[in-house]
Every structure is written in C-alpha cells, then in structure tokens.
C-alpha cells in the first residue's frame, strides 16, 4: 500500500479533473485499491448502494468498441480520420469505472443513496489524485441508453451515475475560479445591513 504523499487539505484544493489523459494504461490493481478505499464513504443507514463496473487494461482496449457504438453517433458514416478524433475522448484515458446506484423506490432514500455515491466518487477522485492518476467524473447522454445499460448488465432499479475516466497526464490542468465563499454564505439570525439613502 502506497504511503499518503498529500494531506487531505492538500488533495481537495490541488486536484484537478483531467480532460488530457496521455493514453497510458491504468492497472486493475490500481483501480481497485482506489476502489477499496474509497466505499468507505458515508451512507445512510450502511446501505452501500453501489456497485461498480469496471474496464481496464485489455478489456478497456476492447470496451472502446462499445463506446463508439454509442458513444460517437453516425460513426460509421465518418471518415477514418474524423472517427479517430472522436474517439480520442475514449483512448485517451486508462481505464473506466461506472458507478451505479440502486433507485429506491423511496425518494429520500433515493436522494440519500445518490449523495452517498457522490462522496464515494469524490472519494475516488481523491484516492487516484494521491497515487498520481487524474480522473473526469462524466455523465454522457448515453448512459442511458436502454441498449447500452443492458451491454454492460445494468439492471432495472439501478442507475449509472458516473463513467469515472482514470488515466496519466502530462500536464496538471490550470485551477479554475471558485465563487468566493462570502457569496454563498448566510449567517442565520443576521440581516443584511440595509444602507440608509
């Protein structure tokens, strides 16, 4: 097991979503150590509304197939060239990890389990960020798709919230401005001062 390299402080404020992956691998190892780790999120009641599907190493390189199907509409009507400018988004990263989530029937359930797997993909992000990977939480229209659920075993009353790309970069992407914390703060019990005309 790898030692922290970052604080916690330091992993939250410095990571990055990576959009300009290097193309090189990620290992299953790898993934599932992040993976590990970071179920250990908080959710109500230990419900553990997760599971995920993973592709890596040469089930990635395979998996591609499906992600042009659905993934680059009308491919096979583009040109060699443009076909593989459109699956760059897809080869670029090193693996892929989709997060799926019980629906519960209950809508505060639901709504709990939904924040649980957000803490849990924060968590991931995090974890890889320590070890040197980037990821990109992305939520594709095609996630949806009746056809490609069933291509990769997603059952009724579940839904992928995440395709979580991991992959190497080159260069870390520049931070980007967060609204300042005095916009979105108000302090109960205070009213705003009102300046007399």
């Known amino acids: 097991m790898n030692e922290q390299a970052l604080s916690v402080r330091e992993a939250i404020i410095n990571r990055r979503s990576v959009k300009n992956f290097n193309g090189q691998p990620?290992?299953?190892e790898n993934i599932m150590s992040v993976l590990e780790d970071a179920r250990w999120a908080p959710n109500h009641g230990l419900r553990n509304p997760?599971?995920?599907i993973v592709a890596a190493n040469q089930e990635y390189v395979k998996f591609q197939d499906v992600?042009?199907?659905y993934g680059v509409p009308k491919w096979k009507e583009l040109s060699e060239e443009d076909l593989e400018k459109q699956?760059?988004?897809f080869r670029a990263p090193g693996a892929v990890v989709f997060v799926v989530v019980k629906e519960d029937v209950r809508q505060k359930e639901r709504m709990?389990?939904?924040?649980?797997?957000?803490?849990l993909i924060q968590n991931a992000m995090l974890l890889a960020w320590d070890q040197g990977i980037g990821t990109c939480w992305k939520t594709p229209p095609?996630?949806?798709n009746p056809k490609f659920r069933e291509e990769l075993g997603v059952k009724p009353g579940e839904r992928i919230i995440s395709m979580l790309q991991f992959g190497y970069y080159d260069d870390i992407p520049k931070n980007?401005?967060?609204t300042p914390l005095e916009d979105i703060?108000?302090?109960?019990?205070k009213e705003d001062e009102q300046v007399e005309e």
């Open 142 to 144: 095609f996630i949806d």
């Open 50 to 52: 997760w599971r995920f």
């Open 67 to 69: 992600l042009k199907e």
């Open 26 to 28: 990620v290992d299953l």
């Open 112 to 119: 709990e389990d939904f924040a649980a797997a957000s803490a």
């Open 185 to 189: 703060v108000t302090f109960y019990g």
């Open 87 to 89: 699956m760059k988004k």
């Open 176 to 178: 980007r401005v967060r």
